[in-house]
């Protein structure tokens, strides 16, 4: 059974069509990277998929279970975690706190009113975990203001990955990033643990081709292509939306 | 100003047993050996004004959700205390009880449909809601109408009566530290977190998989049920209630007593309630126009000190340390 599936969704604003007939499916362990130029729509259907913006038509099933019309709350706690294309965590409270919550969200109870939050040893861990995995051990501490743009990107993956989902979206994960920043994001990426299904949405083609077992080309809303990257980068109608030789040479 | 205030206050500071001990033998040696009954009777008030402005903190400065009804539950217990002991002539004890019941099922029903907004369609939906339950108790004569009602016979409490000034203080400081300590601990859950996350980006929290409506509308029955607490000791306090405890202007005296002392913080609004209350005292007795010296006062505070009293208070702290 496939992890996520997408099937003949649709999404119009007005007469914008910025979704249309998109059929998606990822395998568990899947690595699936959508690309397409600006204004394709691959935004619309992160939102989509995340539970942000409802579909016209058409159904989302995650792990076999339809979630066309649930409530993004309900989507996370059936294992789904996504980052946003602009940081949007909590500004105001501490790195720790920040990916403390995620990891709150699927293995706390939020509903216990008595317990001391901090005093909790399993989401202690898991948040532990997750800021050493993105390397943010010393910055813990830290109020997520004061973190420059490229460690907030950081905060994000950590915030996402301490609910330990079965599939996690990045939107533009290493958007401003610098290039030294970009390629250890790479590396945390490719070291993710297999049981996690990704959809990535990328731009930087050098991050696209070191990560993705698929990948899909969304154009004006629709799929224009998808499939392994060396077939995807040999699509000529691919090639003809990136005006070529970019995206091959990237993919050897 | 330092960004990180808002998480300490959010996360509570490092309990020290011994400081609030110590503040609250204080609170107990001062009044009992020096205090006569005006001034007993002041620091009742201010106590139960306190428990009020802290249970508006916790939808305030906790959640980010401005109630402009906060009246109604204050109102709600403190109504239901005097209604049922004198109607029913059934002990105050147990009325103050129902009181406070009344207020928290109050605040379920109305919290339900509040939750649903936040901003300002919150702060109105909460004006409107009040002011329906004040216009009814204005109109109703059953329940004394716009005279109010009283003639509520005060309990018995061990070898005294709540009748007795010293009696009723210590009464309620006893309520207050329940209260003060029962909401501290529920700030520093994880129910507690979950609300400060909603309020710094609910859109995120429902990514990350909050139920951020049924926090929200659990976080409105709290904080009702402590507005009940409070309604319901002025209740006992004063043997008598009116539907001015109902109105808007007392919603937002509460709001000024939350913005004054500082917002997020519990113990803000409880010294903001304390400082509001000896203004209105003392300032008014030389003045009538107390309200314009308490208008400017917090003009200077939302200008200048956007933490409150103790806000200000902390930050002495901190940088001395």
């Known amino acids: ?124 861990e898991r948040t532990q975990a997750a800021l050493t995995r993105m390397g943010l051990e010393k910055l813990a501490a830290e109020t997520l203001a004061n973190l420059s743009y490229g460690d907030q990107r950081q905060v994000e993956v950590a915030a996402a990955l301490a609910g330990d989902p079965k599939l996690l979206l990045l939107d533009e994960p290493t958007s401003g990033l610098s290039p030294a920043e970009t390629r250890a994001m790479i590396e945390v990426i490719k070291g993710l643990p297999r049981r996690m299904g990704l959809l990535v949405i990328e731009h930087d083609m050098e991050v696209v081709f070191s990560i993705a077992d698929r990948i899909t080309v969304l154009y004006y809303g629709a799929v224009l292509a998808s499939g392994p990257p060396a077939e995807v980068a040999a699509n000529a109608r691919v090639r003809e939306v990136y005006l070529g030789a970019g995206l091959a040479d990237a993919a050897h | 100003m330092n960004p990180r205030v808002f998480e300490m206050r959010a996360a509570g500071r490092p309990d020290d047993p011994a400081k609030w001990l110590a503040a609250l033998a204080l609170a107990i040696v001062v009044p009992v050996f020096f205090a006569g009954s005006y001034a007993l009777g002041l620091m009742t008030e201010t106590l139960i004004f306190a428990i009020a402005a802290m249970s508006l903190d916790l939808l305030m400065g906790y959640g980010g959700l401005v109630s402009f009804g906060h009246a109604a539950f204050f109102g709600l217990g403190a109504y239901g205390t005097v209604l049922i002991a004198v109607k029913l002539g059934i002990s105050a004890w147990i009325s103050a009880l129902c009181g406070v019941g009344i207020a928290t099922l109050g605040a379920a029903a109305i919290g339900y449909f509040c939750v649903r907004m936040t901003g300002v369609a919150f702060l109105m939906l909460t004006l409107a809601f009040a002011q329906l339950i004040f216009s009814g108790a204005v109109k109703w004569r059953a329940i004394g109408g716009s005279d109010g009602i009283g003639g509520l016979v005060k309990p018995a409490l061990f070898n005294s009566s709540l009748a007795d000034p010293l009696a009723m203080y210590l009464f309620t400081l006893s309520v207050f530290a329940l209260a003060l300590f029962a909401m501290r601990r529920l700030v520093e859950s994880q129910f507690g977190h979950a609300l400060v996350g909603m309020r710094e980006n609910e859109t995120r929290m429902r990514a990350m998989g909050f139920a951020t409506r049924r926090v929200r509308w659990l976080a409105f029955i709290l904080a009702g049920f402590f507005a009940g607490i409070a309604g ?54 030389h003045t009538q126009h107390w309200l314009l010296v308490v208008g400017i006062i917090f003009v200077g505070c939302v200008m200048f000190f956007r933490q409150g009293v103790w806000g200000m208070l902390a930050r002495r702290g901190g940088s001395a340390t």
């Open chain 1, 1 to 124: 059974m496939s992890l996520l599936r997408v099937e003949n969704l649709n999404k119009a604003y007005g007469s914008l069509v910025v979704t249309k007939d998109v059929n998606l499916e990822i395998a568990p362990g899947e690595r699936h990277v959508i690309i397409g130029p600006n204004g394709a729509g691959k935004t619309s259907l992160i939102h989509q998929i995340g539970g942000q913006t409802r579909p016209d038509a058409g159904r989302i099933l995650i792990d076999g279970v339809e979630v066309t019309r649930l409530d993004p709350e309900r989507r996370a706690q059936a294992g789904l975690a996504r980052t946003f294309q602009k940081n949007t965590l909590f500004q105001r409270l501490s790195v720790f706190e920040n990916v403390r919550l995620g990891a709150q969200a699927r293995f706390g109870s939020t509903f216990n009113l008595t317990t001391p939050a901090r005093a909790l040893p399993h989401i202690n």
């Open chain 2, 232 to 285: 319901a000791l002025y209740a006992l306090y004063n043997g008598f209630i009116s539907p001015d405890a109902l109105s808007w202007g007392m919603s937002g005296m509460l709001l000024l007593m939350v913005v004054l002392g500082g917002a997020g913080s519990l113990v803000g609004p409880a010294i903001g309630a304390g400082v509001f209350l000896l203004m209105k005292h003392f300032v008014s007795s």
